[in-house]
């Protein structure tokens, strides 16, 4: 019918970026699973999947009680050694019968919650992505699910758990359905965005990595609007803005990559949502600002270097 | 020019999961404890007696259903060396051997139980196939479990359903709630609750439950369990005569150069009716361990292409004659 994820982003709970084989350490959340990492072009490691099992009602706009029962796949990622992700997701589908069966059918589908009696998927849609949609209490917990395996990886005892700046988790809860292309991004609180995708085929594990990069790349732009506003250029002294910019720079600003890991014939998704509202346009046009600060305050200083040097 | 299409390949960034040749059944001829083995070979030679028609009858009916009449079976043999250890593979193995063929039975593959909870030599590396399995178990979770908390877990048990909600008071004033039923969460009508044990714990040394081991030696031979994407405790020839130290055995031996495959695509095992609560505890146990969906795929479309149609739920790839 359609699938809905979550994706919790935020700022490695570490002083420092992390090395490759501590990301290996870090995310290897099952014994005999090998944590994948990519080099190129940026380096991105993956932890194993892990299910949880549920039984409960699903989203619905309507308020109709839609009951739901398998598993949600969770895993987490860390990119640059630096950015810290949680991702859950659960394809919802038609169940055969209309009463629960031996657990053992819905482990045999891994990833999947079936819907038992009568659903539309837009109702669920609706009301999991939706605006102000009413999250009902035993309703499906994606963000309680997700939020738990980010907290295993961020109360790692391999981080020291002192990250240079403070910046709260954004969350990305996505549905994708198969149709004609279409993507739409919403910005709904400070922490909250919402993705609906309809793509071409069927649905594949692709669609789950387009979207933990949107999510990335949003938490990335984010965070810097918030570092620059932090800085209130302009208010306060250069050296001091300065000062409050240099995290940015230490720790953010190489790290933009957009569509470095998202399948090819997803990339159209990607270039829409650079077209409108255009990510890459904003991040350049922040990076520059910040880069042009540190630069001015650079030039004060060596100009105020060669004053006192021709004295 | 017309576009380049490049493409660019991480081998540390792709999931790798071997593959593992299959026979269509595996049957477990017996399982041997210390107290069979104290009870004498005649003990031994009951069990092959009564095991020898059921496997006859397991042969016939895979070659009935199997194209071709081609069926692959394999038998094994489980030697207890976990929970006690007792005399040597050199005295006892030849026993044994000699036993089943009084019977005409042959023994394909022998493995050691302790093998199931861990095992470290040369060839395969350190393997903790009971850790591993532990961490592929996923709760069956009751009604109304919404994610919002994690799965509600007694530390080393595993059940099919809820629990009976705490009944004595918990403090001495206090006032006892009447005993509510715990449930099964996929019940028709009542319940039949069961709640496993998997380990306990003496100090810092865990000991894991019978049930555990027996389920993680199914998933064994039903070819599923991967570690680091490669096939564990593939099974070896045996070099030499049979040693004089359980620890200097393979975890499986391959006894009969010509046997078909170790793991297959479903298992039997001939026990005796006094092994029932347990095997009841290893399928509560295997109905809710998450196979690799890659593992999975890869069972399906091999048992596909040979037109073998095969149980989608893992236990009901699990059979028993008790006898």
């Not at chain 1, 999510?215 to 000062?243: I, K």
């Not at chain 1, 720079?249 to 650079?274: G, I």
């Not at chain 2, 081991?213 to 570690?227: D, I």
């Not at chain 2, 393979?250 to 298992?267: D, E, G, H, L």
């Amino acid at each position: 019918m359609l699938v809905i994820g979550e994706v919790h982003t935020g700022l490695l709970q570490n002083s420092g970026e992390i090395s490759e084989p501590a990301c290996r350490q870090v995310l290897g959340l099952m014994s005999g699973e090998t944590v994948r990492v990519s080099r190129r072009p940026i380096v991105h490691a993956l932890s194993p999947e892990r299910l949880t099992g549920v039984d409960c009602a699903l989203p619905a706009a309507s308020g109709s009680r839609i009951r739901g029962v398998g598993t949600v796949v969770s895993r987490c990622a860390v990119t640059g050694g630096r950015v810290a992700q949680g991702s859950s997701y659960v394809r919802v589908a038609r169940s055969e019968t209309d009463r629960r069966l031996s657990w053992s059918h819905y482990l045999a589908r891994p990833g999947v919650v079936e819907v038992l009696g009568k659903a539309k998927a837009a109702d669920i849609a609706e009301g999991f992505a939706g605006d102000g949609a009413p999250r009902g209490h035993g309703c499906l917990d994606l963000t309680a699910i997700t939020g738990r395996f980010l907290d295993l990886v961020q109360t790692s005892p391999l981080l020291n758990r002192r990250a240079p700046f403070r910046m709260p988790r954004t969350i990305l809860r996505w549905v994708a359905e198969t149709g004609e292309p279409s993507i739409g991004f919403t910005l709904h609180t400070e922490q909250e965005r919402s993705l609906r995708l309809t793509h071409p085929g069927p649905f594949t594990p692709a669609v789950v990595d387009l979207c933990e990069d949107l999510a990335m790349h949003d938490w990335l732009l984010t965070s810097l609007l918030v570092v620059v506003e932090r800085a209130r250029v302009g208010a306060t002294p250069a050296a001091e803005v300065a000062a409050r910019l240099s995290p940015a720079v230490d720790h953010l600003l190489h790290l933009w990559m957009p569509a470095a890991r998202v399948e090819e014939r997803l990339t159209p998704f990607w270039e829409s949502l650079e077209r409108r509202p255009g990510f890459s346009r904003q991040w350049r046009s922040l990076v520059d600002r910040v880069r042009d600060q540190v630069a001015v305050h650079t030039l004060a200083l060596l100009s105020a270097n060669a004053e006192t040097g021709g004295r | 020019m017309t576009p380049v299409h490049a493409t660019f390949g991480e081998v540390a960034a792709e999931r790798r999961i071997a593959s593992v040749p299959l026979s269509h059944v595996s049957v477990e001829l017996g399982h041997l404890y210390m107290e069979d083995f104290e009870a004498g070979p005649a003990r031994l030679r009951e069990q092959f007696r009564r095991v020898a028609p059921w496997l006859a009858t397991i042969r016939s009916v895979w070659r009935e259903r199997v194209p071709g009449g081609r069926a692959r079976v394999s038998t094994c043999f489980l030697v207890d060396d976990y929970f006690s250890r007792f005399s040597t593979p050199a005295e006892l193995v030849p026993m044994i051997l000699e036993a089943a063929a009084e019977h005409d039975l042959t023994i394909d593959y022998l493995a050691r139980e302790s093998a199931c909870a861990q095992f470290e030599d040369g060839r395969s590396g350190a393997v903790e196939l009971a850790r591993l399995v532990e961490d592929r178990l996923v709760d069956d979770p009751p009604p109304d479990t919404d994610g919002s908390r994690p799965p509600v877990k007694e530390t080393g048990w595993l059940c099919n359903g809820s629990r009976s909600p705490l009944t004595t008071p918990l403090q001495a004033m206090g006032k006892a709630r009447p005993w509510e039923p715990p449930t099964q969460n996929a019940k028709r009508g009542h319940s039949i609750f069961v709640d496993v044990e998997l380990w306990d714990e003496r100090g810092a040394r865990r000991t894991w439950s019978c049930p555990f081991l027996a389920a993680v030696w199914q998933l064994l031979r039903l070819g599923l369990l991967r570690a680091e994407g490669r096939v564990p405790l593939p099974p070896v020839p045996l070099e030499g005569a049979w040693p004089g130290d359980w620890d200097r055995l393979p975890a499986v031996v391959r006894i009969n150069p010509q046997a078909a495959p170790f793991s297959a695509y479903t298992t039997l095992s001939v026990l005796s009716p006094r092994f029932l609560p347990v095997e009841l505890a290893v399928r509560t146990i295997l109905s809710q361990v998450a196979v690799d969906d890659e593992v999975l795929r890869q069972v399906a479309a091999r048992s596909e292409s040979e037109r073998v149609r095969l149980e989608e739920e893992l236990v009901d790839r699990v059979s028993y004659v008790f006898t």
